[in-house]
């Protein structure tokens, strides 16, 4: 069965501050994807990133960077110059690519709450 | 563009009576769609899911029932509330027919906040 794991319940920084939030994933397939969500106060997620399971190059959006390591099972979110508006909650997720029969369903672990404080 | 609505917002209701959550998806067809929940303001859990009208799946045995009376319907029900079924519930819906599904990004509504009481 699919895991995934999100050790870091609550982080608090300061504004301009660099943080990564950690996120451990298990599974048993070679095929799988890797997401990362961000949930505001407002409730809604808000998707931020897919990684398929054969693309390990980190990535860099702005602020936002992303490291997956396989041979960690680690799939990891770093927020550089943090700002107040990255105040939220982020979920890291996994879903499993069994030839076309997990429709889309998401494993999502238990989420960090990230407060960016001024 | 593709939206996604939820309603109601906020919801307050005894325990016992009935449920009802909606939600409905524009701007394209056929999709994939499901209902997750989130108690206590924390991880997510996989309710129901849906790939077709009538086509409903079970993650987890509950007190909750889920339809799809129409192709951008799905609602969410209960006969009865419990305590238990207080959360945040959340529809999403995805690009369904794609080779390899697990691909598919999920985008979420708005949710509704259910409170039993």
């Known amino acids: 069965a699919q895991k995934v794991t999100q050790a870091q319940t609550e982080i608090s920084v300061v504004e301009k501050e660099?943080?990564?939030?950690?996120?451990?994933?298990?599974?048993?397939?070679t095929t799988y994807y890797l997401f990362w969500y961000k949930q505001p106060p407002s409730g809604e997620l808000v998707f931020l990133i897919r990684r398929n399971s054969f693309d390990e190059q980190n990535e860099i959006s702005g602020r936002y960077s992303w490291n997956f390591q396989k041979s960690t099972s680690s799939f990891n979110f770093t927020i550089t110059a943090s700002q107040v508006v990255d105040s939220a909650v982020y979920?890291?997720?996994?879903?499993?690519?069994?030839?076309?029969?997990?429709?889309?369903?998401?494993?999502?672990g238990q989420g960090t709450i990230l407060t960016v404080h001024p | 563009s593709q939206t996604i609505h939820q309603w109601p917002a906020t919801l307050v209701q005894p325990v016992?009576?009935?449920?009802s959550l909606e939600c409905t998806v524009e701007g394209t067809s056929n999709p994939n769609l499901y209902w997750y929940r989130q108690a206590a303001?924390?991880?997510?859990?996989?309710?129901?899911?849906?790939v077709g009208i009538g086509q409903i799946?079970?993650?987890?045995?509950?007190?909750?029932?889920?339809?799809?009376?129409?192709d951008r319907?799905?609602?969410?029900?209960?006969?009865?509330?419990l305590l238990s079924d207080?959360?945040?519930?959340?529809?999403?819906?995805?690009?369904s027919g794609q080779g390899v599904s697990g691909a598919n990004v999920l985008t979420f509504g708005a949710g509704s906040r259910l409170t039993v009481l």
């Open chain 1, 91 to 108: 979920f890291c997720a996994l879903s499993e690519a069994d030839g076309g029969t997990s429709y889309g369903k998401l494993t999502f």
């Open chain 1, 18 to 29: 660099d943080v990564t939030l950690d996120c451990v994933y298990e599974t048993r397939d």
């Open chain 2, 57 to 70: 799946s079970s993650e987890v045995p509950q007190n909750l029932s889920a339809s799809r009376p129409q």
């Open chain 2, 16 to 19: 016992g009576s009935p449920l």
């Open chain 2, 73 to 81: 319907q799905f609602i969410l029900s209960s006969k009865k509330l």
């Open chain 2, 86 to 95: 207080s959360g945040f519930y959340l529809c999403a819906w995805s690009v």
């Open chain 2, 41 to 50: 303001g924390r991880g997510l859990q996989l309710l129901f899911y849906s």
